[in-house]
C-alpha cells in the first residue's frame, strides 16, 4: 500500500507532503512507514491518502476486540517485535530490514 500525506501536519514534521510513502504494516488501523528520518514509526491512518491499495499476499492480518485491524509481514507479526527492534535488538534489526527490503522491491 502507498500512501500520500494529506496536508503538511505541525505534529508530523517527519513527514512531507505528496511523498510517496510504503505502507510496511497495519497496527489498530495506523499505518507504519518510513519517515524522513529513516525510523518505521506508526501513523493515524486519517492523516493519509491512499495512492495504490494493493498490500502485499503474505501479511497477516488480525483484528482486535474492537475491530482494529493489525496487518504485517509474518516476521514482524510477534508481539513485542517493534520494542526489540528499538532497543536495538540485533536479530530484529536485521529481520525488519531484510523483510523491508523485500516488500520494497515487490512495491517497486
Known amino acids: 500500500m502507498i500512501v500520500k500525506l494529506k496536508k ?3 505534529n508530523y514534521p517527519d513527514l ?3 511523498q510517496p510513502y510504503v505502507v510496511i ?3 489498530a488501523d495506523d499505518f507504519r512507514i518510513i519517515n524522513n528520518y529513516g525510523r518505521p514509526y506508526l501513523y493515524p491512518h486519517d492523516i493519509f491518502k ?3 491499495e494493493h498490500e ?3 501479511w497477516v492480518n488480525e483484528f482486535g ?3 482494529e485491524r493489525y496487518a504485517y509481514h509474518p516476521l514482524l507479526n510477534r508481539a513485542g517485535f517493534f520494542e526489540d527492534f528499538f532497543n536495538g535488538d540485533e536479530n530484529a534489526v536485521a529481520e525488519f530490514w ?3 527490503n ?3 522491491a515487490i512495491a517497486g
Open 25 to 27: 504494516g497495519i497496527e
Open 8 to 10: 503538511k501536519n505541525k
Open 16 to 18: 512531507t507532503i505528496a
Open 102 to 104: 523485500q516488500q520494497l
Open 50 to 52: 491512499i495512492e495504490d
Open 65 to 67: 476486540e474492537d475491530g
Open 98 to 100: 531484510r523483510v523491508l
Open 56 to 58: 502485499p499476499s503474505d
